[in-house]
């Protein structure tokens, strides 16, 4: 899920409990997500991205229509509530039910992602772009990053003002400032120099944050110059490690 603060910044974390209530409406658990729920309650907007497999993925962006500790979509989540904290004994369920009402949904089919990949390894040998004032991301970060089987979004805003979140397949980081990914399959595109943000997730479910600087480069390729990385997943939330 893709929010924005009054600066416009994306952010953009995985919701495991996010789900479709009926076809105007999606619901989420709200458990250690405060910088995506204090941009909601300032922005009351998201973008959605459902990756089905590396192939389909469903997109959408909502109006945000509140949190509520209590009723129908409270008693549907914790119903079906799995433990998303370090220690499931001290598990006590969400702490509020967030609602987001669609305002446009869509389906992209992704295709041809082994000849885009085989283009970027062959960009990263020899392009190099970071500056010095970019940040280095942990060697964690860079070693899931570069992972195959990893899952990598990008979030940014679009023209209409809302985030929007798309999937980032293929991306690789060619160094820890750099990150190097395929635009060829995304309907719309930043600016250059816009705020851009980046979520990975990884195959044993470790999830981080990257923001940087979108740049754009020939042959519907793009960069982006890291200045902040942050944890995204139990029990660090949101810590910052990097810039």
């Excluded at 495991?16 to 907007?45: C, H």
């Excluded at 079906?80 to 987001?100: F, K, M």
């Amino acid at each position: 899920m893709a929010t924005l603060d009054t600066a416009q910044t994306p952010n953009i974390i995985p919701v495991f409990s996010l789900e479709s209530w009926d076809r105007s409406t999606a619901i989420f658990g709200e458990y250690l997500m405060w910088k995506s729920k204090r941009n909601l309650q300032t922005v009351p907007r998201a973008g959605l991205l459902a990756v089905l497999d590396r192939t389909q993925c469903g997109m959408a962006i909502c109006d945000f229509d509140g949190f509520e500790e209590s009723g129908q979509y409270m008693e549907a989540l914790q119903k079906n509530s799995i433990p998303v904290c370090s220690n499931s004994a001290d598990w006590q369920g969400y702490r509020n039910a967030g609602r987001l009402n669609y305002v446009k949904s869509w389906t992209m089919t992704l295709t041809n992602g082994s000849k885009y990949l085989k283009k970027l390894i062959q960009l990263r040998l020899c392009h190099s772009r970071s500056s010095k004032a970019a940040t280095a991301m942990p060697i964690s970060v860079f070693r899931r990053l570069n992972k195959s089987d990893s899952i990598k979004t990008l979030a940014f805003v679009g023209g209409d003002g809302y985030p929007l979140a798309f999937p980032a397949f293929p991306m690789i980081a060619p160094d820890r400032r750099t990150i190097l990914f395929s635009l060829s399959h995304l309907p719309t595109r930043p600016a250059d120099g816009q705020s851009v943000a980046v979520c990975v997730l990884s195959a044993d479910n470790v999830a981080y944050q990257l923001k940087g600087k979108f740049h754009p480069l020939r042959n519907s390729r793009g960069l982006i110059e890291i200045s902040e990385v942050f944890t995204a997943c139990p029990p660090l939330c949101g810590e910052k490690i990097g810039g």
